[in-house]
């Protein structure tokens, strides 16, 4: 009589794959988690940049103020208002309408951390606040207003120069990112972190 085997794998060898697989994955996620987390700094830090151009321009082609709020209360953390300021209506200022909100990724923040530079990109700012616009010296706002002729100020019509430190909390500084806005003429800078001569300092982008 012909003998009969069954084929397949032990429930041993199913074991063993499965371990080497998961420390596989383990390994990979490990390696990969620093590219994951500068993503996520490069996100915000676009996010930024792309939200302040482009509403200095929405305020120059349609000849209206729009504010951008940082961190504006009743939202979370993280959060970018963009806000419409409609025309006097019989000499009377109208309320702020909201036009859209972004968010950055959950794990970044607006935020200083320790071992940044003292000098602050394009020297705006004291360097103590993470959201930082002032139209009087260290006096900081956490938002600026931009204007038809395209310059940033405060809500009292001051031109307001300002800047927003973007960082993941307990990370290393060199994977921080900034961003300036000029009062004048509204130009919106973005900036990196880098070594020179030892000591870490801001170089723009």
């Known amino acids: 009589m012909a003998s009969t085997k069954t084929s397949g794998f032990s429930l ?10 998961l420390i596989l994955a383990a390994v990979t996620f490990i390696g990969l ?3 994951l987390n500068q993503s996520h700094v490069d996100s ?3 996010t930024t940049l792309m939200v302040l151009r482009n509403t200095r321009n929405l305020a120059i ?4 103020e729009y504010y951008v709020n940082f961190n504006p209360i009743g939202f979370p953390a993280g959060t970018i208002q963009i806000q419409y300021q409609p025309p006097l209506v019989g000499g ?12 950055i990724p959950q794990d970044i923040s607006f935020a200083v951390q320790a071992g940044f530079p003292a000098s602050t990109p394009d020297g705006f700012g004291c360097g103590l606040n993470a959201i930082d616009f002032e139209s009087t010296a260290c006096v900081p706002l956490n938002y600026v207003v931009f204007m038809p002729d395209g310059s940033a100020r405060d809500n009292l019509g001051n ?10 909390l307990n990370d290393s500084v060199f994977n921080s990112r900034a ?27």
């Open 33 to 35: 988690r620093p590219m």
């Open 61 to 64: 082609t349609q000849s209206h």
């Open 159 to 168: 031109y307001s120069n300002g800047l927003v430190y973007i960082t993941r």
């Open 92 to 103: 009377i200022a109208q309320p702020l309408q909201q036009v859209i909100t972004y968010s």
């Open 12 to 21: 041993l060898e199913l074991m063993i794959t499965l371990s080497i697989a």
């Open 179 to 205: 961003v300036t806005v000029w009062g004048t003429t509204g130009r919106v800078r973005g900036w990196r972190m880098t070594q020179q001569a030892g000591a870490w300092i801001w170089v723009q982008q």
């Open 44 to 46: 915000a830090y676009a």
